[in-house]
């Protein structure tokens, strides 16, 4: 991750999801609705890399509407996740903090969809990234068929309790359409971080 700067225009949407199908077709079906969606906006994808699950569907669906699409993966899930063969490029990187790093890098803004462990905790890096100043990048949640209706309850019961900022869950941008979580991250400008500005060197 750079150094903290301004939010600067969307040209590229690094995208976390699941290196699984998960339960329901509509998943898969919003992986590639979102893939298809970044190339007509002619915005490029960059992800984790894989062939598998959700990530092989939103790279594959990209890839064949003439989309860029940058995978980061780790040499040792090169095997495991299937490193997607046709991508415009791929970054094979020492470590999964290097791989969250590259991604980062590389895009101006991020969407989560469905996902599993791996997701949440890309997810809930980068809202802590943005919380601490260390980037200013629009970070959306893309809630397929109310997947993250209990995540959604538990940032809301943190709020009430008085452990997670207010002004940081708002600037969430959360929709259950990728056309309108789309207009919505190309519009909006980062949260700037209240506190002090950390820079990654400093973490
Ligand atoms: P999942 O959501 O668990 O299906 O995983 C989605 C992606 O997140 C996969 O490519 C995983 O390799 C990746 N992932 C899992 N754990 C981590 C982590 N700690 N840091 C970065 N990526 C991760």
Known sequence: MPKSTAPRPVRRVCVFCGARDGARPVYLEFARALG??????????????ASV???????????????EVIGVLPQAL??????????????????????????AELSDAFVAMPGG?????????????QMLGIHQKPIGLLDVGGYYAPLRAALEHGAAEGFVDRAQLDALVIEHEPVTLIDRLTRAHAMRAKG????LDET
Not at 36 to 49: K, M, Q
Not at 53 to 67: N, P, S
């Open 117 to 129: 462990l791996g997701t949440f905790e890309e997810l809930f890096e980068v809202i802590t990234w």
């Open 196 to 199: 002090r500005g950390l820079t």
């Open 78 to 103: 090169v095997d495991r996740e299937i490193a997607h063969a046709g991508l415009s490029e791929l970054h094979v990187v020492d470590t999964m903090h290097a791989r969250k790093a590259k991604m």
């Open 53 to 67: 699950g959700l990530m092989g569907a939103l790279a594959d669906e990209a890839l064949a509407r003439g989309g």
């Open 36 to 49: 298809a969606l970044l190339v007509e906006r002619g915005l490029g994808v960059v992800y984790g890399g």
